[in-house]
């Protein structure tokens, strides 16, 4: 069993709509939780980061983080073309530790 | 925001051969550097920690013989795949971050493809 799980996708949805993303996983001493965006052939970029349990948002983006469950989520709302890309879960144990990422989930918003 | 830079972005190379893969960082000093293979539709793979001026932390799995790290300076580190094999073909990607700082910065990374 992978220590991060991810759907793999695709999701495909129109635009306008909300995406609805999301991780779990099994190492409950992971204390830091990040949302990558990902294009084709490309670096990721940081999203968003959140700190333990809670919600955080930041324009259109929020996430949510629920420890005792294990399960993260990323919610993107008014969704454009452009926000077509995978987006990777990531997580680590301490600040500026190494990340240990989820698989990424191919998201398509369709004009 | 922080740029980290990859050279080359994509290199073909024969079986058996040697490739570097360089790492900067544009404007900002890398106390340490993080190096990932990604496999098509796959996610990230920590290869290995690398500290300006010490030695290269690896994973578990990762032969430290063939996937040679080098962070010789702030801004500087490189990726030497030795005798590169078919199965080593995969798309490398380094990140940044400074001292105590949270984020790691990413690359563009480079497709390696090994004939």
């Known amino acids: 069993q992978k220590e991060v799980e991810q759907d793999p996708g695709p999701l495909s949805v129109p635009e306008g709509a909300i995406v609805s993303l999301n991780c779990t996983y099994s190492?409950?001493?992971?204390?830091?939780f990040m949302w990558y965006r990902q294009y084709s052939r490309k670096g990721p970029e940081l999203l968003m980061y959140?700190?333990?349990?809670g919600n955080k948002e930041d324009g259109r983006f929020t996430a949510q983080v629920d420890k005792s469950s294990k399960y993260i989520s990323l919610f993107i709302r008014d969704s454009q073309p452009s926000d077509s890309a995978t987006y990777l879960c990531?997580?680590?144990?301490?600040?500026?530790?190494?990340?240990?990422f989820g698989g990424g989930t191919r998201v398509l918003v369709k004009p | 925001g922080a740029v980290v830079s990859q050279h080359p972005s994509w290199v073909i190379c024969k079986s058996g051969t040697s490739v570097k893969i360089e790492c900067r960082s544009l404007?900002?000093?890398?106390?340490?550097m993080f190096w990932y293979r990604q496999f098509p539709k796959q996610s990230l793979m920590l290869m290995a920690t690398?500290?300006?001026?010490?030695?290269?932390?690896?994973e578990q799995g990762v032969e430290k013989d063939k996937f040679l790290i080098n962070h010789a300076s702030l801004t500087l580190s490189t990726l030497t795949v030795t005798s590169a094999h078919p199965e080593d073909s995969s798309f490398y990607i380094c990140?940044?971050?400074?001292?105590?700082?949270?984020?790691?910065?990413f690359g563009p990374g480079t497709r390696l493809t090994v004939l």
């Open positions: 404007d900002f000093q890398a106390t340490t």
């Open positions: 690398s500290n300006e001026g010490s030695k290269a932390t690896y």
């Open positions: 990140s940044a971050r400074s001292g105590g700082a949270f984020e790691q910065f």
């Open positions: 959140t700190y333990s349990s």
């Open positions: 190492n409950s001493a992971f204390q830091y």
């Open positions: 990531a997580m680590s144990v301490a600040a500026g530790n190494k990340l240990t």
